[in-house]
C-alpha cells in the first residue's frame, strides 16, 4: 500500500460525505482511507459504509482525546508507506496524489504539505475567511512558499509524512492545538527532508462562521505562546505581527475620541483588504466580508497570544492549568 489517508472527525458527517466522494474521483488509486471518529455525538459511520463498495476504507470510534492523539489512532491501523493526514473540512483535486507522486518522484522527502484554496461552492463567508487566510495583508501569504520551501512548515489539513519517519518521531503530541506545528518542528530537528508540494493542494472550507473562525484563530494564538514554552528557538517576527496589531487597532480606537485622524491607518488597511480581495474573488460582496474575516484573524490570533503570554509567561502556569477550559475539556 503506497498512502494512507488519514482523517479524524469530529461531529461532521456531511464534510466528511464531500471529502469520500472526492476521494473516489482520484486518478491514482493505490491508498486506503482510514476515519477515526473522535468521540462523536454525530457519528458518520452510516456515511462511510455508502463508500466501502468504492474505497478500501476503514472506520474506527474512540473516546474523544483531542486530534494528535486521534491521527495516532488511525497510524496505528494503517497500512502505507506514507500518512497522508486530511481534515476531515477538506475536499481533494481528481489529481491530488498524482501531484504527490510526481513530487516524490523527482525529489523524495520525509515530509510534505500542500497549499489549500477556496472552491467555488463555498459560502461567501468561507471564500473570506480562505482569503484572510493566504492573503500577504494577514501574514498568511508570508508563513511559507516556493522560495522557502525547506522551511515550509506542513498543517494537518494537508500533511504527508513517511512512516519510518512518523513511528520514531512518536506522531503527534498531546498538544489540543498546534500539535501539528510541534510535529514539524520535531520533523525538522530530527533532520528530516520537509517540502512544499505546491500542486498538491486541496480545497479546504475551514470555518463556516465568522464566530467559530474566531475561536479557531484565538486558540491558534494560544498554541503559538505554548509552542514558545516547548521550544523558545521557534517563535519567530511574523508571529507577532497579530499580536502587534491587535494592540495598534486598540490604541488607535482608544485615541480616536481625541484625534479622528487616528482611525484613518484602520480605513486604509481595510480599503486595501477589500480592494485586494474584490480583484482575486470577483466580488465586491466577498471583499467587504474580507474586511471581516482579516480583523478577527489578526485580532483573534492576537488575543489569544496575548492572554496566553500573560498567563504562561507571566503568571508561569502550565498548559493544563492554563486553558483547560480552551483545550481539556
Not at 514554552?229 to 485615541?255: E, I, N, R
Request: glycine share 8%; net charge positive; charged share 25%.
Amino acid at each position: 500500500m503506497r498512502y494512507s489517508v488519514i482523517v479524524p472527525v469530529y461531529n461532521r458527517p456531511d464534510e466528511v460525505d464531500e471529502l469520500l466522494e472526492s476521494l473516489t474521483r482520484q486518478h491514482f488509486k493505490d491508498f486506503e482511507v482510514l476515519i477515526v471518529e473522535d468521540g462523536s455525538s454525530i457519528p458518520c459511520k452510516e456515511v462511510v459504509e455508502r463508500y466501502a463498495d468504492r474505497l478500501k476504507i476503514s472506520y474506527f470510534f474512540k473516546f474523544n482525546s483531542g486530534p494528535g492523539q486521534t491521527r495516532n489512532y488511525g497510524a496505528g491501523h494503517s497500512e502505507g508507506d506514507y500518512l497522508i493526514i486530511l481534515d476531515s473540512d477538506v475536499i481533494l483535486p481528481e489529481g491530488y496524489f498524482e501531484a504527490v507522486e510526481k513530487e516524490l518522484q523527482t525529489s523524495p522527502a520525509d515530509a510534505f504539505g500542500g497549499p489549500d484554496r477556496a472552491h467555488d461552492s463555498f459560502t461567501d463567508i468561507q471564500k473570506a475567511i480562505n482569503y484572510s487566510m493566504t492573503s500577504f495583508f494577514t501574514t498568511g501569504g508570508i508563513r511559507g512558499g516556493k522560495k522557502k520551501m525547506d522551511k515550509f512548515y506542513p498543517r494537518s489539513f494537508n500533511m504527508g509524512v513517511r512512516r519510518e519517519v512518523y513511528e520514531t518521531l512518536g506522531g503527534f503530541s498531546k498538544m489540543r492545538f498546534g500539535e501539528d506545528i510541534d510535529f514539524s518542528i520535531r520533523i525538522f530537528r530530527g533532520g528530516y527532508i520537509c517540502r512544499l508540494f505546491p500542486d498538491a493542494w486541496v480545497y479546504h472550507k475551514r470555518r463556516t462562521d465568522l464566530k467559530k473562525f474566531f475561536k479557531q484563530v484565538c486558540n491558534s494564538g494560544i498554541a503559538r505562546i505554548n509552542l514558545y514554552k516547548k521550544y523558545p528557538d521557534s517563535l519567530k517576527l511574523v508571529h507577532l505581527l497579530p499580536a502587534v496589531f491587535t494592540l495598534g487597532v486598540a490604541l488607535l480606537l482608544l485615541g480616536t475620541p481625541f484625534c479622528l485622524f487616528s482611525f484613518i491607518p484602520i480605513m486604509i488597511y481595510a480599503f486595501l483588504v477589500c480592494i485586494d480581495s474584490t480583484i482575486q474573488n470577483q466580488s465586491f460582496k466577498i471583499g467587504i466580508y474580507s474586511i471581516a474575516a482579516a480583523f478577527i484573524q489578526l485580532i483573534g490570533y492576537g488575543t489569544g497570544f496575548w492572554y496566553a503570554w500573560w498567563q504562561r509567561c507571566i503568571r508561569g502556569k502550565d498548559e493544563v492549568e492554563a486553558f483547560r477550559k480552551n483545550f481539556y475539556k
